[in-house]
């Protein structure tokens, strides 16, 4: 995973949590330590990721009102993948909200669950979690995406990496209002974006059309 994927998010939502009765669960197949260094390659041998603690596992997992699934090189590798489109699969129905950030749509698309509807992800991997979701009404230019079919669980998905802040901020917008929205952005220090279709990425990373 990315760090930003996760804690960009998180910490939005720690200054909500001040004045709003909020509880996290922070999930993986294990108690292990999840890092968020890539997989080994052949370029470079860096160690400089981050270890976050687990705080339950998927088979422990306490009941889930909104459940943020972050990107990362995790969900390019099907052996990793395997567990989590698992846990997903079971909880998607029982789910209020599901948020994915940046290529956390890849999981989501490669089980089908975003099958005919509308999303968004990391433009410099487009091509790639395209190809998971064939049948995913891909939006090639978008900050955020919001579906909410009726009958199924609503997903929020954004663009890459820090468009994750973004989608949390307008999260909160739609539930709280925007005065407190506003209010965290500020806390925070944060000049955060409120147009979804804003993305100069789409161009810069040559991503052609919306999928069909």
């Keep these: 995973m990315k760090t930003t994927d996760v804690f960009g998010p998180l910490s939005v939502l720690n200054v909500l949590s001040r004045d709003h009765q909020m509880e996290l669960a922070i999930l993986a197949e294990s108690l292990t330590p999840v890092s968020t ?94 190809f998971l979701g064939e049948k995913v009404k891909w939006v090639r230019k978008a900050r955020w995406v919001i579906d909410d079919t009726p009958g199924v669980t609503p997903v929020w998905s954004s663009s890459g990496v820090s468009a994750g802040i973004d989608v949390t901020f307008a999260f909160i917008k739609m539930l709280y209002g925007p005065e407190r929205a506003e209010s965290v952005a500020n806390i925070m220090e944060y000049d955060r974006h409120l147009d979804h279709e804003w993305d100069p990425f789409a161009n810069i990373w040559s991503v052609k059309v919306d999928s069909a």
Excluded: M
């Design 37 to 130: 260094n890539p997989e080994p390659n052949t370029f470079v041998s860096s160690s400089f990721g981050q270890e976050i603690l687990p705080t339950h596992t998927f088979a422990n997992a306490p009941d889930v009102e909104v459940l943020i699934i972050p990107g990362g090189f995790g969900t390019r590798n099907e052996v990793k993948r395997a567990p989590v489109e698992c846990y997903i699969q079971n909880v998607f129905s029982k789910l209020k909200y599901v948020i994915t950030i940046c290529t956390g749509s890849a999981i989501l698309a490669g089980i089908g669950l975003l099958d005919n509807r509308r999303a968004t992800t990391n433009k410099s991997t487009w091509n790639t979690v395209v």
